[in-house]
């Protein structure tokens, strides 16, 4: 039980992929700018990032380390990405089609988002159980959803914020995340 | 098999790979199937939304060949006997800004109104019953015709056609059924003293 909670607090808050790691950056600029897309947004990526972490385990262990292919990890994990993105956007597109449409094209670019591949690859280089590598994988999918979703919700009342002409639009979002970044680096003693 | 395959390491690596894509392609090829979709399920959230008075003042036959339109990028505010609050909706459910009523295509009507014929000058020529869209009219040739007050969508359509203009539009008393409280006046801001704030920002940037 304590190993879940530490897990879940490393790969949420400590080591979050966004803020602390700089993987992903590029939904978390592109989707934060409606809290209800980055609530959508947030969804997905957790959806895959989870059943990523698990098949990419799978593929890892019963495949690659039997076959001592492990120089194979990086293209056979884009591939699970990218299937399970597909799977992903069909299960979306069927269930949801208003969030189909808000997320538009950022939800076929989960598969280049890089903190897929990399919760994949840094779970292959640990020692760590099926249960523990996709507890990781949802932790990650958790710190992106947190991140996120405070990101595009500072984001909204930026918007209707008196922000000073030279720091309007974008250049007041990278400042926001900038700082975001340097909360979350505060996380780093805790554990 | 296996030890050879190991010891090939070029051929462990393509039977590998080709064996996950193969897997990964099966699986896929079995959720397309499985989540299969059926038309376009926002035709039917908008068409939902759309008055459904037929009217064709739109431009389209009816109120589904627009909802498709609007799925496939059409403007939304061709559409008259819904208004603004039709128009609000679906920029709503498309997440879009929300135009103004496209005057071209008719003004929105300011009360519902519903056609009444005057039974006595009725000639029973049947020209109302065949342009009626919803079908609310009632009669055969040369019989007097009426109008079913509740089918009756208040289109227009039919006054055109009646060659002894004996159709109105009546406007529908408002009953205690459909009276409702007055909307409160819109704010200026979030708080009183943010609008006057804003415009002071303003006289100091010009």
């Known amino acids: 039980m304590q190993e879940v909670a530490v897990i879940l607090v490393s790969s949420v808050l400590i080591n979050n992929y966004v803020l602390v790691q700089f993987l992903g950056l590029c939904p978390f600029m592109g989707v934060s700018k409606k809290l209800e897309s980055a609530i959508g947004m947030s969804a997905a990526t957790t959806f895959v990032l989870t059943l990523t972490a698990m098949v990419s385990y799978v593929v890892d262990r019963a495949v690659l380390i039997p076959l001592e292919l492990e120089y194979l990890r990086t293209i056979s994990f884009i591939m699970v990405i990218a299937a399970v993105v597909q799977f992903t956007k069909m299960f979306i597109e069927k269930t949801s089609p208003l969030l189909y449409r808000v997320l538009g094209v950022f939800l076929p670019l989960i598969t280049t988002n890089c903190a897929v591949l990399g919760v994949a690859l840094q779970n292959a280089a640990k020692p760590l159980s099926f249960a523990h590598a996709s507890l990781y994988g949802f932790g990650a999918g958790a710190g992106f959803s947190l991140v996120l979703i405070l990101f595009s919700a500072m984001r909204e009342r930026l918007a209707a914020a008196d922000i000073p002409q030279p720091f309007e639009g974008a250049a007041i979002a990278m400042i926001t995340a900038g700082l975001m970044s340097l909360a979350f680096m505060g996380f780093g003693g805790l554990v | ?206």
Request: glycine share 8%; hydrophobic share 40%.
């Open chain 2, 1 to 206: 098999m296996l030890d050879f395959i190991i010891q090939q390491p070029i051929i462990a690596a393509l039977v590998a790979l080709a064996g996950l894509g193969i897997i990964f392609g099966a699986l896929l090829g079995f959720a397309a199937e499985k989540f299969k979709i059926e038309g376009d399920p926002v035709i039917e959230q908008i068409d939902e939304l759309l008055p459904q008075t037929q009217c064709g003042q739109c431009g389209f036959p009816g109120c589904r060949p627009y909802a498709e339109s609007i799925a496939n990028g059409d403007e939304i505010n061709k559409c008259p006997p819904g208004g603004q609050s039709t128009i609000n909706a679906i920029a709503n459910l498309l997440d879009v800004p929300a135009p103004e009523l496209d005057q071209e295509h008719g003004q929105e009507a300011e009360v519902k109104s519903v056609a009444y014929i005057r039974e006595a000058e009725c000639i029973g020529c049947t020209k109302c019953i065949q342009a009626c869209p919803v079908d609310a009219i009632l009669g055969a040739a040369k019989l007097m015709h009426t109008v079913i007050v509740d089918e009756c969508t208040g289109c227009d359509l039919c006054v055109e056609p009646c060659p002894v203009d004996c159709i109105d539009m009546l406007p529908v008393e408002a009953g205690i059924k459909e009276w409702q409280w007055p909307a409160p006046p819109l704010p200026n801001g979030l708080i009183a003293s943010d609008k006057t704030h804003n415009d002071s920002n303003h006289e100091d940037a010009a």
